[in-house]
C-alpha cells in the first residue's frame, strides 16, 4: 500500500514530522501503531521510530512545498 501525504490525518503528518526531527516521547500508542500499520514507522527497542518510507514521505513533501 502507498501512502501519500494526503492520506495522512493533521496528527499523522505532524507526528511524522517531530519523528524525523528524532524521539517523540509523547508519541500516543494509537497512533505509533496506526502509522507503523501505514508502514511509515517501526518498533524500536528503544520504541517507534520513523522508517525510510515515512522520512521518504516527510522529506518529500517538505521539499515539494519549498518548490511551490
Known amino acids: 500500500m502507498?501512502?501519500?501525504?494526503d492520506d495522512l490525518t493533521e496528527e499523522e503528518q505532524t507526528a511524522?514530522?517531530?519523528?524525523?526531527r528524532g524521539p517523540y516521547p509523547s508519541l500516543s500508542k494509537a497512533l505509533a501503531e496506526r502509522l507503523v500499520f501505514l508502514g511509515l514507522a517501526e518498533e524500536r527497542p528503544s520504541g517507534t521510530g520513523i522508517n525510510r518510507t515515512g522520512r521518504e514521505l516527510v522529506i518529500g513533501t517538505l521539499?515539494?512545498?519549498?518548490s511551490d
Open 16 to 20: 511524522l514530522k517531530r519523528m524525523n
Open 63 to 66: 521539499l515539494g512545498a519549498r
Open 2 to 5: 502507498t501512502v501519500i501525504w
